[in-house]
Nanobody
Framework: VQLQASGGGSVQTGGSLSLSCAAS?????????MAWYRQTPEKQREFVAR???????TYADSVKGRFTISRDNARNTVYLQMNSLKSEDTAVYYC????????????????WGQGTQVTVSS
């Protein structure tokens, strides 16, 4: 199973961007928690938001009230709507998921998608 992220880009301070991350590549798999993390050259990768299979959400304090995580279980896709963006939101954003691949006979494991750059400038 691969996680494919998309939707990054450049935006001015106060603007909005939406990210998505879709899981695919296996004929039979299940996904539990899905999450977004971000990383800059100066910092370790940090947690942004998480959503459980049944829609329970958790956010980092730094993004509460500005970012919204959601998912479409039928499409195995997680989204991150980012509003009121600040320069400190500039980072490479990574999706993350707990996956069980029935086709490969693989039990639950955690995996990362490739990053997508988000740049917020004034």
């Amino acid at each position: 199973v691969q996680l494919q992220a998309s939707g990054g880009g450049s935006v001015q301070t106060g603007g909005s961007l939406s990210l998505s991350c879709a899981a695919s590549g296996s004929t039979s798999f299940s996904i539990n928690n899905m999450a977004w993390y971000r990383q800059t050259p100066e910092k370790q990768r940090e947690f942004v938001a998480r959503i459980s299979h049944d829609g329970r959400t958790t956010y980092a304090d730094s993004v509460k009230g500005r970012f919204t995580i959601s998912r479409d279980n039928a499409r195995n896709t997680v989204y991150l709507q980012m509003n009121s963006l600040k320069s400190e939101d500039t980072a490479v954003y990574y999706c993350n998921a707990d996956i069980r691949d029935f086709s490969a006979g693989r039990p639950w494991y955690n995996d990362w998608g490739q990053g997508t750059q988000v740049t917020v400038s004034s």
